[in-house]
């Protein structure tokens, strides 16, 4: 993929990423935790992908993103550790809230934190792309 290519497609996954992170906002509004939550991991999960195709690495699992952000961004110490930690989270709720239907129903102020933390991951993913010359 040239170059070009990249940057059309890291600028489109961003794109999905702010309309899972508005839609996670709508959706706390709403008070629609469970759906908030997981919008809000899909929003880091668009951004790490794009951080990942940035370096030419692309996997489908879900696990696989996990995995391969935290190995190649945050143990060679490109990123700092605490979004590592985000990404698990944001992983480890989502799959709760939709499909561990004996949890607790999410609360307003979990889901409110959820979308907090994706909003962080996500400057600091833009800016660390940004300064990487992958975003204008």
Do not use: C
């Not at 690495?57 to 990123?79: A, C, Q, Y």
């Amino acid at each position: 993929m040239d170059i070009a290519d990249k940057r059309t497609l890291i600028q489109h996954r961003f794109s999905t990423a702010r309309d899972e992170l508005d839609a996670a906002q709508v959706l706390i509004d709403a008070g629609k935790y469970r759906k908030a939550i997981s919008s809000a991991y899909y929003a880091v999960f668009h951004i790490a992908s794009a951080v990942l195709l940035w370096h030419d690495h692309e996997r489908v699992k879900h696990s696989g993103v996990e995995s391969e952000f935290n190995l190649l961004l945050v143990k060679s110490g490109r990123i700092e550790a605490e979004y590592g930690r985000i990404y698990m989270k944001a992983r480890r709720e989502r799959e709760r809230s939709d499909y561990d239907i004996l949890a607790a129903p999410p609360t307003a102020p979990e889901a409110q934190a959820s979308l907090n933390d994706a909003q962080r991951f996500a400057e600091r993913m833009e800016r660390y792309l940004r300064e990487a010359g992958a975003l204008p």
